[in-house]
């Protein structure tokens, strides 16, 4: 190898930038063309060149610059994107709504179907008590709260009357066609209530 001076090899002072070294060692070599111990001879120079800053710098004899050592700093900064935030219901309907399992919904919808099936077949005032009665049930198992049950379960038995016996003087003619009375019909919209009432609210 020459004893050449790697920097005058490449034509570069000794305090030059990475990329003037580069730069000028890419240009000498496209000038070489085709003469391959030229080129042999300025990789060797630009090698020991890189060896000798890698040498510096671990000495702390060269300051390395933040663009190389903080090449986090100059990159764009990703916007972060503000997550989309759920609408939730209002804390006091949260209070109130439940969310059941099939089976927590299917059971009780049987037995105030077979309740409304017994008000078609008797004085439909026992079934009613017996449809108060399960929503009381269903509703204190939930949380354990039994004034809280007892009051949805009046606030549903209210609803459903009030519901059923305007329905059934709409349809007073359809329901004298299906020999079904106005009570009847009331008290099976009222189990209708009281079973949703007893499985989605708590």
Same mark, same amino acid.
């Given at each position: 190898?020459?004893?050449?001076?790697?920097?005058?090899?490449?034509?570069?002072?000794?305090?030059?930038?990475?990329?003037?070294?580069?730069?000028?060692?890419?240009?000498?070599?496209?000038?070489?063309?085709?003469?391959?111990?030229?080129?042999?001879?300025?990789? #060797?120079?630009?090698?020991?060149?890189?060896?000798?800053?890698?040498?510096?710098?671990?000495?702390?004899?060269?300051?390395? +610059?933040?663009?190389?050592?903080? +090449?986090?700093?100059?990159?764009?900064?990703?916007?972060? %994107?503000?997550?989309?935030?759920?609408?939730?219901?209002?804390?006091? /309907?949260?209070?109130?709504?439940?969310? +059941?399992?099939?089976?927590?919904?299917?059971?009780?919808?049987?037995? @105030?179907?077979?309740? %409304? *099936?017994?008000?078609?077949?008797?004085?439909?005032?026992? +079934? /009613?008590?017996?449809?108060?009665? /399960?929503?009381?049930?269903?509703?204190?198992?939930?949380?354990?709260?039994?004034?809280?049950?007892?009051?949805?379960? /009046?606030?549903?038995?209210?609803?459903?009357?009030?519901?059923?016996?305007?329905? #059934?003087? *709409?349809?007073?003619?359809?329901?004298?066609?299906?020999?079904?009375?106005?009570?009847? @019909?009331?008290?099976?919209?009222?189990?209708?209530? *009281?079973?949703?009432?007893?499985?989605? *609210?708590?």
């Amino acid at each position: 190898m020459s004893d050449i001076n790697p920097y005058e090899q490449l034509g570069v002072d000794e305090d030059a930038s990475f990329d003037e070294i580069q730069t000028a060692k890419n240009q000498l070599v496209e000038a070489c063309g085709s003469e391959r111990k030229q080129v042999e001879a300025l990789e #060797a120079a630009y090698d020991a060149i890189l060896m000798d800053r890698l040498r510096l710098r671990q000495e702390g004899k060269i300051k390395v +610059p933040d663009r190389i050592r903080f +090449p986090e700093k100059l990159a764009e900064p990703v916007p972060q %994107s503000t997550p989309v935030v759920a609408q939730q219901t209002s804390n006091w /309907l949260q209070q109130f709504l439940d969310t +059941p399992r099939r089976s927590e919904i299917v059971l009780p919808g049987g037995l @105030f179907l077979a309740a %409304s *099936l017994l008000s078609l077949v008797m004085q439909p005032a026992l +079934p /009613l008590a017996l449809g108060i009665c /399960l929503s009381i049930y269903y509703l204190n198992r939930k949380e354990n709260k039994f004034l809280r049950a007892t009051l949805l379960t /009046l606030l549903g038995l209210i609803v459903g009357v009030v519901v059923g016996t305007q329905l #059934a003087a *709409l349809l007073q003619p359809q329901l004298s066609a299906l020999s079904l009375t106005a009570d009847s @019909f009331a008290a099976i919209v009222t189990f209708v209530i *009281l079973w949703l009432v007893s499985s989605f *609210l708590r």
